[in-house]
């Protein structure tokens, strides 16, 4: 069985500019979930969807982040625009089932210069 | 004060030793409960979960969880080089937020030949 899957590993951009990660779940896993790592910092929750329905998006920083789930498989991550302080790893997980535990892709390390 | 809060270390241990790993955490409704290990650029991947007070034993791994005091442990014994990486204590509440991961900072383990 594949694991979860991020693209891409790295991406380094520009402030300003915009980046889009993708995360492709194990699949048969309803439950999605985006994490993020600042360097130093805990691993910190972003949001979760339920298929192709945000069940809690109460971690997502502010407005520029922007994230979806059309069809309840893959999901992306939009940036836009990236600001300095974006810099970290983006973590995807998935589940099959509630408070079970979560298996984590390898992350997108994100440097926004 | 931090949700979930672990000894940063290093925590470094002979081989052959048991490596004690503690974490606490500051809400009382959490229900389950996980570690995780972290290699360097690598995923989270999860070595045990816990959801019950007590003791819970899988190969060289030993999980204690103790609800009235909002603590978790993980015991690793008979320590080998391999298991030298970050060890992720993550807690997830209970509630609408129940996907909602909290983690902590994580316990750096170095085992010594």
């Known amino acids: 069985e594949a694991g979860v899957t991020q693209f891409p590993s790295h991406s380094v951009i520009e402030k300003g500019q915009t980046v889009t990660l993708r995360c492709d779940p194990i699949s048969g896993h309803d439950n999605l979930y985006w994490y993020r790592r600042v360097m130093g910092k805990e691993i910190k929750f972003l949001l979760h969807?339920?298929?192709?329905?945000?069940?809690?998006e109460s971690g997502m920083p502010n407005n520029r982040f922007l994230a979806e789930r059309t069809g309840g498989t893959y999901s992306t991550l939009k940036v836009q625009p990236a600001e300095l302080e974006d810099s970290g790893v983006y973590f995807c997980a998935s589940n099959k089932e509630t408070y079970y535990e979560q298996y984590f892709g390898p992350g997108t390390r994100l440097t926004v210069t | 004060q931090k949700e979930v809060e672990q000894n940063s270390g290093p925590l470094s241990v002979p081989e052959g030793a048991i490596a004690s790993l503690n974490c606490t955490y500051s809400d009382r409704g959490s229900q389950s409960f996980f570690w995780y290990r972290q290699y360097s650029g690598k995923s989270p991947e999860l070595i045990m979960f816990i959801y019950s007070n007590g003791d819970k034993e899988d190969g060289r791994f030993t999980a204690q969880l103790n609800k009235a005091s909002q603590y978790v442990s993980l015991l690793i014994r008979d320590s080998q080089p391999s298991d030298s990486a970050t060890y992720l204590c993550a807690v997830a509440p209970l509630g609408d937020s129940w996907g909602k991961f909290q983690f902590g900072a994580g316990t750096q383990v170095v085992v010594t030949p």
């Open positions: 969807f339920v298929k192709e329905s945000k069940q809690d």
